[in-house]
């Protein structure tokens, strides 16, 4: 089952914050985030295992509430790099694989 | 992390012919993934593919369509058979290498079926 993200796109301005959220109907094993920019495969930024637990590098970081089932990505003192579309994946056993929310657009302007 | 070669890069093809994709892995890994992302969307998992044994394919996908070879731990081939232009995407190969890892993901291919 496709997890939910939101927002479905977000602009900023340079060294602004922005939170992206996930949340699945089904109990999750872990949840992943990736970044994809334009005409490039997505990139792995993180994983988070149920357990409820924080992680985070750089500017980047993300937590995992299992009980809700519900993810969150924080971007801080975003950066014009950090532009491209966010999707989380999610995994319901460790064994199987990821579905992929509908994606964020995030635009960082200067 | 595992470094994948996705070829081709692109292809425009006619209908009713085929076309097949290949990955290769620098390492051995169980589990490899074909996604199918069509412009602006999300990714969607078109099948597993384990070494060793036949793919399993997503509800939607089928195997007379979306053929795919596993001969060892470190390739795989896709094709997409009997084009349309529906079959018109990016399709990505990906591994993980435990389930306490992240994906790597193939750099795609794009295909354009005219």
């Known amino acids: 089952q496709q997890p939910v993200q939101s927002p479905q796109a977000v602009i900023l301005r340079e060294g602004e914050d922005a939170v992206i959220n996930c949340s699945s109907s089904?109990?999750?094993?872990?949840v992943h985030w990736y970044r994809q920019k334009h005409g490039e495969a997505p990139v792995f930024l993180m994983i988070?295992?149920?357990?409820?637990e924080q992680k985070g590098h750089d500017k980047i970081s993300a937590s995992f509430n299992e009980k809700k089932q519900q993810s969150s990505l924080y971007l801080t003192a975003s950066q014009l790099s950090y532009s491209g579309t966010y999707f989380c994946?999610?995994?319901?056993?460790?064994?199987?694989?990821?579905?992929f929310g509908k994606g964020t657009r995030l635009s960082v302007i200067a | 992390s595992a470094v994948i070669s996705q070829k081709p890069s692109r292809d425009i093809c006619q209908r009713g012919t085929s076309l097949t994709i290949q990955c290769q892995v620098d390492?051995?890994?169980?589990?490899m993934f074909w996604y199918r992302q069509q412009p602006g969307q999300s990714l969607t998992l078109i099948a597993t593919?384990?070494?060793?044994?036949?793919?399993?394919?997503e509800s939607g996908f089928v195997i007379d369509k979306f053929p795919i070879s596993r001969p060892n731990l470190t390739f795989s081939t896709l094709t997409v058979s009997n084009l349309s232009p529906e079959d018109s995407s990016i399709y990505l190969c990906?591994?993980?290498?435990?389930?306490?890892?992240?994906?790597?993901f193939g750099s795609g291919t794009r295909l354009t079926v005219v």
């Open positions: 994946g999610t995994d319901n056993s460790g064994n199987t694989p990821l579905v």
């Open positions: 390492s051995q890994v169980t589990m």
């Open positions: 593919a384990n070494q060793g044994s036949e793919a399993t394919y």
């Open positions: 089904k109990a999750l094993y872990s």
């Open positions: 988070l295992l149920k357990g409820g």
């Open positions: 990906s591994v993980r290498q435990g389930a306490s890892y992240g994906y790597t």
